[in-house]
């Protein structure tokens, strides 16, 4: 409701009464799709864009020494002779010397200005809207109250809303929300509506403060907790428009720094707790220690091909059924249970040692959480007729902007590739077709292994070698997720994943980025995991 047919009512007036007879001094254009017009005692600028259009005076404009684009010259020295506004529209007409006339069409999407002379259009502000040059000024809709069919009911904020806009498209929600307040009180729907059209002359308007976003309205509001009262509709405006600009970058601000700072404790806080689950889980888990040594005491009842066998369990003096490989002989087969023992403990080692390190960074991320929290919040921001108090808003901004400069110095000096860790190897994987050369070609050694999925686009992965060893299986296995999971067959259950260590792969020239050729290589079956 901030640039309502009733406010451009109010504003042609205080242009009539305050700048009629002064020239125009120039009109130019330094911020995309804002125009201004200078006249002799005050600037006017006009924004012709979503979600906000506007026409505001303003006493003083700073013009920009560059990037500065003149327009209209053909008014440059016309004095202002009359304003109005389209009668139920939303477009305020500026009657100029040399019968001409600029219309400020306050359209939404479709808000431009436009230079007319004799009735025809000459000049364009946006000329990208092609059918303004064939725009004709006519009055918006409009049906007197007394010839509008009434429903029967008319208890609910809807129905009115839907009444009133048979009367005109400009009675917005607003509208209803007071004329239901006033019916409320025993008022007839007729009599509400005259009291409010009463309200909308009077020379006071309200700035609303709402979760996002700030509102101009005509009459005091029925169902807002902050509001000030501003009389005159220069002042208004300017209110309105200095409130809005602060309160929608902060807001912004605030929000995007909310994310940026609890992202990092979040993320810890989730891999603290699946570490310490995966732990629990492997240490109630049946130790396959156990197992190896019930096959080993029961050799003489094993045979190769077995693929699974009851044994005497001498742990708990039950039976207990054991899976086999049946391609291994008992003795390897008791062999893999104790490889996965090892695994089992390597991979708990692991586990803990890492809980202290992310707890320690947990606990970084929940100081700067704190200190976040420290800020107001923009719903705690207080109005006043002027817009919010700078001295409280500027370090607040200086805040935000700081704490947001940390994180993304943070992010900046991560590896520039998507890390990994599992049993205490590291793995990288590529974000790109760029990213995945760099990091074949540029930060893999020779002996790394390198994975991908077989024949669909995907990342690259490394797996980085250490020396001396060899890559666990449950490396390999989970290294392969990610390379299935980071593919164009992501959503497939099963994927087949090529891997080779990467010496054995090259590129060619001209071949395009992320492309190579593999010389050796073996194939892996993985289920697709993110990681």
Known sequence: MHFHHYTLQHLAKYLRDHHLKERVLSCFSQNKNELVIELEGMHLRVGCHTPLTYIVPVKAFSKARKNVVMLFDKIVGKKLLDVRVLAWERVLILKLEGHYELLLKLHGARANA????????????????????????????????????KPQNLESVAELHSFLKAISPIYDRQFALQVHALMQSGLSVEDAFAKIINWCQDDRFFLVKEARRIRMLLFKPTDAEEWVEVSGIKLALQGFMAAHFQFNNYLQLYQKAQREVHKPYKKYKKIYASYQTNITKLENERNPEEIGHLIMANLHALTTGMEKATLDDFYSGEQITVRLKPTLSPQDNAKRYYDKHKNRKAKVAYLRSQLDDIAEKMAE????????????????????????????????????????????????????????????????????????????????????LWLHAKDVTGSHVIVRQRPGQNIPEMVLEYAAGLAAYYSKRRNDSLVPVQYTPRKYIRKRKGDPAGFVVVEREEVIMAEPVKG
């Open 114 to 149: 436009l230079l007319r002379r004799h009735g025809e259009v000459t000049h364009l502000f946006n000329q990208a809207m092609e059918d303004d040059w064939a725009y004709e000024p006519v009055e918006g809709p409009y049906v007197p109250i007394q010839e509008v069919e």
């Open 365 to 448: 991320a929940e100081a700067e959480n704190r200190e976040f929290e420290e800020l107001i919040p923009p719903s705690d921001l207080k109005l006043e007729p002027y817009g919010f108090d700078g001295q409280i808003l500027r370090p607040l901004r200086r805040k935000l902007l700081a704490l947001l400069k940390e994180q993304a110095e943070e992010e900046d000096s991560k590896s520039p590739f998507k890390t990994y860790r599992k049993a205490n190897y590291e793995i990288f994987v590529g974000r790109n077709a760029k990213n995945n050369d760099l990091l074949s070609f540029k930060f893999a050694n020779k002996e790394d």
